[in-house]
T-cell receptor, first 111, second 118 residues
Framework: AQSVTQLGSHVSVSEGALVLLRCNYS??????LFWYVQYPNQGLQLLLK??????LVKGINGFEAEFKKSETSFHLTKPSAHMSDAAEYFC?????????FGRGTSLIVHP | GAGVSQSPSNKVTEKGKDVELRCDPI?????LYWYRQSLGQGLEFLIY????????KSGLPSDRFSAERTGGSVSTLTIQRTQQEDSAVYLC????????????????FGPGTRLTVL
């Protein structure tokens, strides 16, 4: 069975600081992994996804994530936070085509 | 091009009443998903439609919940005899599903319907 754990319901950073949002997964087959972002009063939007191949995946808005099989992790990073990055971020894993989402991490960016 | 649209954006109803939530997927997308997003609970899968295949209803929480997809396009999620615990944001997503079986399709989400049951 697939599952996702996002560590920290809230992460607070200063503008310009490194962003690190943690995601650990469990999957009985090689996983496909996703990060989605949700801005207030909007639906989710895909940031990036890992399918096969290169384990470092680059997405939109300067975000990237690295698939680490040995650690069963898929943490999301961005070198320098912008105020516009404030949003809810969801990690998801897919085995059968219907993804399982984590509970989300709210990113707060301070000026 | 238009994205996934949902209506209404907000719905307030009284306990025991029935509600219908509508989703218009992106044209040409064969797969359609419904999720429920409760505060602090992430996204809970409800139901999945793929083309003309029988829907995957494994996520529906009770027999008060049902969904239809007419003509392979518009979908309606119906909740009968609403309860206060049904209050949540209901999200719809669609995908091309061209990679069916390989699990790589990107889902495109609508803005959701916020349901409040008094």
């Amino acid at each position: 069975a697939q599952s996702v754990t996002q560590l920290g319901s809230h992460v607070s950073v200063s503008e310009g600081a490194l962003v690190l949002l943690r995601c650990n997964y469990s999957s009985s087959v090689p996983p496909y992994l996703f990060w989605y972002v949700q801005y207030p009063n909007q639906g989710l939007q895909l940031l990036l996804k890992y399918t096969t191949g290169a384990t470092l995946v680059k997405g939109i808005n300067g975000f990237e994530a690295e698939f680490k099989k040995s650690e069963t992790s898929f943490h999301l990073t961005k070198p320098s936070a912008h105020m516009s990055d404030a949003a809810e971020y969801f990690c998801a894993v897919s085995e059968s085509g219907i993804p399982t989402f984590g509970r989300g991490t709210s990113l707060i960016v301070h000026p | 091009g238009a994205g996934v649209s949902q209506s209404p954006s907000n719905k307030v109803t009284e306990k025991g009443k029935d509600v219908e939530l509508r989703c218009d997927p992106i044209s040409g997308h064969t797969a359609l998903y419904w999720y429920r997003q409760s505060l602090g609970q992430g996204l809970e899968f409800l139901i999945y439609f793929q083309g003309n295949s029988a829907p995957d209803k494994s996520g529906l929480p009770s027999d008060r919940f049902s969904a239809e997809r007419t003509g392979g396009s518009v979908s309606t999620l119906t909740i009968q005899r609403t309860q206060q615990e049904d209050s949540a944001v209901y999200l719809c997503a669609s995908s091309l599903d061209v990679h069916r079986g390989t699990r790589t399709d990107t889902q495109y989400f609508g803005p959701g319907t916020r349901l409040t049951v008094l």
